[in-house]
């Protein structure tokens, strides 16, 4: 009997991490919708980039960055180079007749330093930031703001968009459009859970205490939640960017996201007590710890259905379908056949074998602060 309910309860961790906690929030919709309140609205916004050794595309993303339609006297652009090396500088010194500022920081200290810099020189009221691979629709500035006219919003996430060089959605699109629909229903319901990294703006009071050694866009959310505000999603708001072109290091991009959301998680447990945070606790709990508890679920479901299938022909089935849906995985990873059947077998395989990389890694006391960028 413990091993039959080590099986299913293990089942249901994995199915509700996935489907059961969206649909508790959609049930949760249909009493209680939190709504944005958009209005056009142009406050002061600093714009800050971060860059290590780009120089091969900050031209790029600084003529994007000048097409933003946006009043010039309310935009501030600080590109926040980080103890770049290459001709990354001297580019963006080329721009300043154009109102972008350089803040060079001398000593290489990673992406979430040279954000605590620039926030430290920004003078706009609203911080958006953006990485340099990350490209922009000319009103993405305008559809960020509108946000903010809602004064229960403390920050703003971007929606994502892969795309392949063809220029099309990446194979990797059905996850990330599972995540943006998750996002837009939690921001329907409460508060989302996480930022996109790439693209997200946030209320200047939010991140006076920016730290400069953990995941920026995971804290900023955090903070604003601990001031009694939320983060919304804006699938108005878009950022686009390129599939790495090298599998090996999208992969390793995983392993090194997931670890620094361990390392920022384990810091605001406080975040988990429904007394004081409500809502947010559960969606806390549900779309973070319980996600990352996956690779465990389904370690435990394999291994109690294999000595269940002993005994009975079910089990004997269900655990022949496990082998298959991992052999299709595994058949997608290796001969990177990212379509049809192989598509979703093979990103929950690598989502989930990069998630317990990164706990491997978090236990031994690994954490990240330096980072370089991916070549996409």
């Known amino acids: 009997m413990l091993i039959l309910f080590l099986f299913l309860a293990a089942l249901f961790a994995t199915f509700y991490a996935y489907f059961g906690y969206p649909v508790s929030l959609l049930c949760l919709r249909a009493f209680k919708r939190k709504p944005v309140q958009r209005e056009e609205i142009t406050p002061h916004i600093s714009f800050i980039i971060t860059a290590f050794n780009e120089e091969k595309r900050i031209k790029e993303k600084l003529d994007n960055s000048l097409k933003l339609v946006y009043p010039r006297e309310k935009l501030q652009i600080i590109v926040a180079s980080d103890g770049s ?11 300043a007749r154009q109102g972008v500022e350089l803040l060079e920081v001398k000593n290489r200290g990673g992406k979430e ?3 605590k810099e620039a926030v430290a020189r920004a003078e706009g009221d ?4 953006s990485d340099v691979a990350t490209m922009i629709d000319p009103d993405g500035l305008k559809k960020i703001a509108a946000n903010f006219a809602d004064p229960s919003v403390g920050c703003v996430s971007s929606e994502d968009k892969l795309l392949d060089r063809d220029g099309k959605p990446s194979g990797e699109g059905f996850y990330v459009r599972y995540e943006m629909w998750l996002r837009r229903l939690e921001s329907s319901v409460n508060s989302l859970v996480g930022l996109s990294g790439s693209f997200f ?21 955090l903070n604003s939640v601990k001031q009694g505000l939320r983060g919304v999603a804006d699938p108005l708001s878009v950022g686009y960017y390129m599939n790495l072109t090298d ?12 670890l620094r959301g361990l390392t920022v998680f384990w810091t605001h447990t406080d975040l988990l007590n429904p007394l004081a945070y409500g809502l947010f606790a559960y969606q806390f709990f549900c779309h973070k710890l319980l996600r990352w508890l996956v690779p465990f679920f389904l370690a435990v479901a394999f291994a109690t259905n294999l000595i269940l299938a002993f005994d009975s022909l079910l089990f004997q089935v269900l655990f022949f379908g496990q082998m298959f849906f991992y052999g299709m ?3 997608g990873w290796k001969t990177e056949k990212l379509h049809g059947i192989f598509k979703i077998p093979t990103f929950f395989l690598i989502v989930n074998a990069a998630i317990l990389i990164a706990w491997w890694k978090y236990l031994k006391g690994e954490r990240i602060v330096l980072w370089t960028p991916s070549q996409r």
């Not at 599998?247 to 997931?258: A, H």
């Open 201 to 221: 703006a946030a209320r200047k009071k939010v991140c006076l205490d920016f730290a400069g050694d953990v995941q920026s866009d995971f804290r900023t959310l």
């Open 329 to 331: 995985g595994i058949v």
């Open 126 to 129: 609203i911080l958006v930031f």
């Open 247 to 258: 599998k090996k290091r999208e992969f390793d991009r995983k392993i090194r996201t997931v």
């Open 113 to 115: 330093n040279a954000q």
């Open 85 to 95: 090396t290459d001709g990354t500088n001297n580019i963006v010194n080329s721009f």
